[in-house]
């Protein structure tokens, strides 16, 4: 599946010149989960970044350069990223690849980008270990989500707000780095002098959580964390209440957070993230809301923040590159680039050389409040230093 760019396709279809403008732009790749189970939580961030990408056209594009975006559906299959980047790296000859999926498809994409020397960008995409410091020299990431800090945070919280032992449940989806985490998660717990008491690992699709989460309550867990597609994280703890188990559970906020709090109304049920809410009504909540207004976006727009995000990093990538944006250049540009978020996070999103996650991260988490009938902060921005 190709979708181009709106208002670069009608450009194209409008204009004679039409070759020239298509040999004459920025040539961007993505490989993304746009259709399968886990499109829910990344196929927004593609639209979010196209309708940042095409109102930056609009505009002039960069410095009179339209970026043309080629995007593929993987649908969170190895095999169908494996011929997705090959495509794009040898017909559309992107200077840079997107990688908007599950970690099973990390390892052909990293193979290919690595072996055509071109940077490989994971935008919305889960950051892998190979962006921390020190990093990959092609590999970087500006998702909110990353491994081992995302488990400081949430067990540092499990810790400071109980009284009593913890008993902990862990749950993952069975990829890479999602099943990664949580073991590291378990390690972490017994440092903190919790006691882990089940781990499940559940395979993709699952269509019924009822086995798993019976597991964790029979186990006697008082606290569930779970760090996986927004499908495990939420049918897990679905599927606990209908067992009748009242634990308190923390999961990471997806961009499907948001609304499915208020869905769920679960006083017990927190989510740790780094994306402010789009209840806090900052001036780019606003600005995201009318941009994504007027392109009839398909997707509600409190999951649109992730892909908002990754429109400007590419943008400042982009800039600082120059033009031709050759992958070497852009390698360059990025190892020294910095983006103000205008408080989508708590921070800039700041790379070096040796860091393509970012110098500082910062966590929020957020709970259902009952008695108010909102969501309320349970914690407000912690900041970590990524080193």
């Known amino acids: 599946m190709r979708i181009v760019s709106r208002t ?14 298509a040999q004459d732009a920025y040539v961007v790749g993505i490989s993304g989960a746009l259709t399968g189970p886990v499109a829910g939580t990344y196929a927004p961030v593609v639209e979010g970044l196209r309708i940042y990408v095409d109102r930056l056209n609009a505009a002039g594009g960069i410095g009179g350069k339209p970026i043309r975006l080629v995007v593929q559906d993987n649908q969170g299959e190895p095999s169908k990223a494996a011929a997705d980047v090959k495509k794009l790296l040898t017909q559309d000859k992107v200077s840079m690849v997107l990688n908007v999926a599950t970690s099973s498809t990390y390892a052909p994409m990293v193979a290919e980008t690595r072996r055509a020397g071109v940077p490989l960008y994971f935008a919305g995409a889960v950051c892998p270990q190979e962006v921390f410091p020190p990093a990959d020299p092609l590999q970087f990431c500006s998702t909110a989500f990353g491994a081992r800090y995302d488990s400081r945070m949430a067990l540092g919280f499990v810790k400071e707000n109980s009284t009593e032992p913890v008993k902990l449940g862990l749950t993952a989806m069975a990829i890479p780095v999602s099943r990664g985490e949580i073991d590291y998660a378990e390690g972490l717990a017994k440092e903190l002098g919790m006691t882990p008491v089940s781990k499940e690992i559940v395979p993709p699709p699952t269509p019924d959580y009822t086995p798993f989460a019976t597991k964790i309550k029979e186990a006697g867990a008082n606290w569930t964390y779970s760090w996986a597609p927004w499908v495990t994280e939420i049918k ?80 400042q990538a982009l800039r600082d590159t120059g033009w031709p944006a050759t992958p070497a250049k852009l390698v360059g540009a990025m190892n020294r680039l910095k983006v103000d978020t205008k408080g989508l996070r708590g921070g800039p999103i700041e790379w070096t050389k040796t860091n393509h996650f970012r110098t500082k991260q910062y966590y929020r988490v957020w709970r259902w409040d009952p008695a108010g009938s909102a969501i309320v902060r349970a914690k407000d921005w912690t900041v970590f230093e990524i080193e």
Do not use: C
């Open 8 to 21: 670069f396709a009608l450009a194209l279809a409008a204009a004679p010149w039409a070759v020239a403008v």
């Open 236 to 315: 897990t703890l679905e599927s606990l209440r209908k067992l009748g188990w009242n634990g308190r559970y923390i999961a990471w906020a997806h961009i499907e957070a948001e609304p499915e709090l208020a869905r769920v109304k679960d006083g017990g049920f927190y989510v740790v993230g780094a994306n402010a809410l789009f209840q806090d009504r900052l001036p780019v909540h606003e600005e995201i809301r009318q941009a994504a207004t007027k392109a009839g976006a398909t997707h509600a727009v409190e999951q649109l923040a992730e892909g908002w995000v990754s429109g400007m990093v590419l943008e």
